[in-house]
């Protein structure tokens, strides 16, 4: 039986009804207010959360596209804009914008090379950027929105960036080289001075990627944990994203790009003076700018101050350092690489670490599967200060499950390493859609058993007569979210 397709209801529905409607819609979200949920939400506590909530409201309705008819929003994202660039090393000359987050800001750097290198380099052909394979998946999204060809360079065994190998991949048409501080999936940060020397060298263009790392290392390298260089003290590097809506604890939509000086910001933006409804001009990408995303990021940087953001994260140093002795003193499981602040990988040489995201997600943990080598993701945030022993408890308790797991594996290794792309959308009710998918097209039908748990998923996928259709599957898993009786 299809599911009726809602239509507007005919009368209004009593608010309270409304949001009970919304509350039963939302029993099987993640919990995050348990902190179980490693990645997605950044929970400052109720006191915080609670107050970026009233900055919020307060300009719920205001409207930044046009920041002349609000003085209140253009001073609140100037400010947010020259905090950030101070924390970040910037000197007064760094301007930027606001975003509403950290793929916007980092489209935005993206367009703006583009254009700086079409008018001052004058490449020939399609320009490339040089990145290292960990980098975030918003810089090929950039390039295939504006016609730029990503060239990936592979990453050294410490998962950190490769320089020299980054330098042999520059070709006459490079604009751009990109390093992470940190890369999301291992948490380490790339060798950015020599990133950013190699561009100086040869007049690239160098944006640093500091999306989750801006809010979080400058207080990490404060505190006294190293930190390598990897921000605008560097001469090489032109600019820089970061995100206020994850370390900075502030409401989602909230990000800042930053530029080196206002030459280069000059190549983002977009104007277009022939519109009968007038002159139009915009920053970024986005139209509406809602006016609560920036005052909340505003008001929460004025909250917190600096003392407030070193106090966060030296909790959230001191939870990821116990995770981390948890961890080492399980056999058949490892953190990944050296990781510099609190974002690390799970990985295991032994065990199906798949297997064992499986019994973290029935204990009632939502954690993300990597691959290239298959890992498990911990995002550690104020959220989850204090729970690192419930942790390292149920991790004990999966590795052991997925221990005696072991032997019953029909899943290979090059099975999973051949899941690719799939692997990042997973866990959630993508990954339900992508089953459904690759059981269709196996011929498994839709009312057949399909396995509630995802690392049986990889086997068939694995299994796939032609496994170029993966990307095709993952596109059609997008689509089946979107569909109401799924
Ligand atoms: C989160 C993240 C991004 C993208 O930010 P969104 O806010 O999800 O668009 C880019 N780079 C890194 C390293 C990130 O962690």
Redesign the pocket.
Known sequence: MPVPRPVLPPEGRAAEAVLEAMDAASTEDARWREGRTMSLVFDPGDEIAGFVKRAYTRFFSENALNPSAFPSLRRFENEVVAMTAHLLGGGPAVVGNMTS????S?LMAVKAARDWAAAERRVGGTPQIVLPRSA?P?FPKACAYFGLEPVFVPVRSDFRADPRAMRKAISRRTIMVVG?AP??PQGVVDPIEEIAELAQRRELWCHV?A??GGFMLPFVRGLGHPVPPFDFDLPGVISI?A?L??YGYAAKGA?VVLYRDARYRRYQYFAFTDWPGGIYASPTMTGTRPGGAIAAAWAVMHYLGYRGYEQIAAEVMETTAQIRRGVEAIADIEVLGDPHMSVLALGSDRLDVYAVGDELSARGWHIDRQQDPASLHLTVQRGHVGRADELLADLRAAVAAARRDHGRRWLERSAVDLARAALRVLPSRVGRALTLGVAARMGIGEGGSLPERSAPMYGMMARLPNRGDLKELVLDALDRMTRLDD
């Open positions: 987050g950290g793929s916007e980092i975030h918003a992470s890369a999301y990627d999306c989750v994203s995100d809506h994850k990000s």
